[in-house]
T-cell receptor, first 113, second 112 residues
Framework: GENVEQHPSTLSVQEGDSAVIKCTYS??????FPWYKQELGKGPQLIID?????GEKKDQRIAVTLNKTAKHFSLHITETQPEDSAVYFC????????????FGRGTSLIVHP | DTGVSQNPRHKITKRGQNVTFRCDPI?????LYWYRQTLGQGPEFLTY????????KSRLLSDRFSAERPKGSFSTLEIQRTEQGDSAMYLC??????????FGPGTRLTVL
């Protein structure tokens, strides 16, 4: 089955800095890659996603890049704010059939004011 | 649209007891998923429904676990003869077809 590795496990930045979280996946059949933000006591919330026919996608301060050849994808957050502090999860989904995502282990992002 | 709701939010039980969790998906979402999340891990898939049909179960779902979605609306997840290893956050998510999954706040289970 699919295996998703996520790094780093913890990321500490100063407000205004950029943050980058990287993930790799193993199944070349994966074609949908969502990123989730999970705040304490809440369920994960989708913040951005990318499909395999696109190399990059941007939404305001958040961007995701995908390298299908290398089987890795990354989340970039610019101009970080304290409210960006949360746990971020990447996921990879094999297309067709069940469409069940495999999640990484998460990155705890801490943005210091 | 009130989002996905889960009840109870917290459950403490003694080993060997049975527990049942409920998930109310976003109305008109035909797919409903159950996940388990332990500390320091991402959500792990347990099972999913399309309407009332349970289409896939993970090998994580032992025979002590059972899930139902009568009438294709809310869903229940029951754990029989709970074990300490069952302690986790149980997350429910729903989606319309193969679109974005919306997660509920989860039910935190503690087995003493």
């Amino acid at each position: 089955g699919e295996n998703v590795e996520q790094h780093p496990s913890t990321l500490s930045v100063q407000e205004g800095d950029s943050a980058v979280i990287k993930c790799t996946y193993s199944d070349s059949a994966s074609n949908y890659f969502p990123w989730y933000k999970q705040e304490l006591g809440k369920g994960p919330q989708l913040i951005i996603d990318i499909r395999s026919n696109v190399g990059e996608k941007k939404d305001q301060r958040i961007a995701v890049t995908l390298n299908k050849t290398a089987k890795h994808f990354s989340l970039h957050i610019t101009e970080t704010q304290p409210e960006d502090s949360a746990v971020y999860f990447c996921a990879a989904t094999v297309g067709g059939g069940s469409y069940i995502p495999t999640f990484g282990r998460g990155t705890s992002l801490i943005v210091h004011p | 649209d009130t989002g996905v709701s889960q009840n109870p939010r917290h459950k403490i039980t003694k080993r060997g007891q049975n527990v049942t969790f409920r998930c109310d998906p976003i109305s008109e979402h035909n797919r409903l998923y159950w996940y388990r999340q332990t500390l320091g891990q991402g959500p792990e898939f347990l099972t999913y429904f399309q309407n009332e049909a349970q289409l896939e179960k993970s090998r994580l779902l032992s025979d002590r676990f059972s899930a139902e979605r009568p009438k294709g609306s809310f869903s229940t997840l029951e754990i029989q003869r709970t074990e300490q290893g069952d302690s986790a956050m149980y997350l429910c998510a729903s989606s319309r077809d193969f679109n974005e999954q919306f997660f509920g706040p989860g039910t935190r289970l503690t087995v003493l």
